[in-house]
């Protein structure tokens, strides 16, 4: 059996799997594939309709939020964000917690004003940054909520009136947030939602159309609103399995049900790499991640061995990222506690042959 660690692109449950691989052959007893039917038959704007009305209620959307589910990853909203929330007379603000941050960040800069107002660079992002000003007259504050690269996590969010935006790729879904707190999130799919292809957005209706830019009309997201996330052919595999995975989370009793499993897988790994004397976190205990656990050995030298030895009982994925080093151990929603269990099991085991 294997326990899969590995930070994506998409790590779903099994049974969403399963179905997903029934869809592709005989959709809803169709005879016909998923893929193969019309985007805009009726059988597709379903399931369009039902991945948004799950999102929107698995994430308690409040009114006057719009969901769309558009294409170009995380990292086209880096730029969509800007076009659409960025006048040319205003300044936006950014927290720079890592790489993605500092992608995000650039893009802005490459179509107008934007300022880092923080940063934990000088410590290879093993932090949140806390003590920084927003600008009241800025034109929003950007910050990504999960560190996937870092294993830090934004427990909290600042107290401001300017506007926040928020890339939630790598955490949303995994935990209870109050999107009313913000104007924009979104996500790349491709960890607690279904498979690459699909990014989903929420914004807050009433900030559109105050940008005064001309912008591209894939990149407009009034546009997308009113195409109802067909303004072109819609990734409609990704979009059909994230409704089945969220059908799955609706059923396990949603995000306050998930995250409480989130906690307790992560509570299980921090104590293991906090008592054992061959490993340590990375992150800053405050700012650790219950989705992205990163850590080293005491002694490096260990690590291709102990790599070895999680691998042979079925632990993948767990290198860390070429920046950190070390080990991460993504714990998506579809990781079980168990998987968890053995990987501890296997640092204990490895501790007592090695100490
Ligand atoms: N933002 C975060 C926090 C991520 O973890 C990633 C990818 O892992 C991205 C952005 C980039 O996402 P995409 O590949 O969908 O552009």
């Avoid at 660690?5 to 005879?31: H, R």
């Avoid at 998923?34 to 597709?44: D, N, T």
């Avoid at 292809?197 to 001309?214: E, H, M, W, Y």
């Avoid at 009034?222 to 990734?235: C, F, G, L, R, V």
């Amino acid at each position: 059996m294997k326990h899969n660690f590995g930070a994506g692109p998409c790590i779903l449950p099994q049974e969403v799997f399963k179905q997903a691989s029934q869809g592709v052959l005989n959709f809803n007893d169709t005879g016909l594939s998923i893929l193969e039917i019309s985007h805009r038959a009726s059988e597709f704007v379903a399931v369009m309709d039902e991945a948004i009305s799950l999102a929107k209620e698995l994430l308690n959307v409040p009114e006057g939020y719009s969901v769309v589910f558009l294409q170009g990853g995380a990292s086209l909203q880096f730029a969509m964000a800007a076009f659409n929330l960025l006048p040319e007379d205003k300044k936006a603000v950014y927290l720079e917690t890592g790489v993605w941050a500092k992608k995000a960040f650039a893009e802005a800069k490459l179509l107008g004003n934007a300022e880092v107002i923080a940063s934990s660079k000088d410590k290879n992002y093993s932090y949140i940054p806390k003590d920084y000003a927003i600008d009241a007259d800025s034109a929003y504050f950007h910050c990504t909520s999960n560190n996937t690269i870092y294993g830090t996590q934004m427990h909290s969010f600042p107290q401001t009136t300017v506007g926040k935006v928020c890339d939630m790729s790598s955490d949303i879904f995994s935990r209870v947030i109050d999107v009313a707190d913000f104007d924009l999130i979104y996500a790349g799919a491709q960890k607690n939602i279904g498979p690459a292809g699909a990014t989903l957005v929420i914004v807050k209706n009433d900030i559109l159309g105050k940008s005064g830019r001309v912008i591209p009309s894939m990149l407009d997201y009034q546009k997308q609103i009113d195409a109802e996330s067909m303004y072109n052919t819609p990734p409609v595999f990704s979009v059909y399995v994230s409704m089945l995975n969220l059908r799955w989370l609706k059923a396990k009793g949603g995000v306050a049900a998930i995250e409480q499993e989130n906690i307790a897988k992560a509570k299980a790994l921090y104590t293991e790499i906090d008592r054992n004397p061959l490993f340590k976190g990375t992150a800053a205990l405050e700012d650790r991640s219950n989705m992205s656990v990163c850590f080293v050995m005491e002694n490096p030298e260990l690590e291709k061995p102990f790599l070895k030895y999680a691998e042979e009982l079925g632990c993948i994925g767990i290198k860390g990222h070429r920046s950190v080093g070390g080990f991460r151990a993504s714990l998506y929603n579809a990781l079980p506690i168990t998987s968890v269990h053995v990987l501890v099991e296997a640092m204990q085991d490895f501790a007592e042959k090695n100490v």
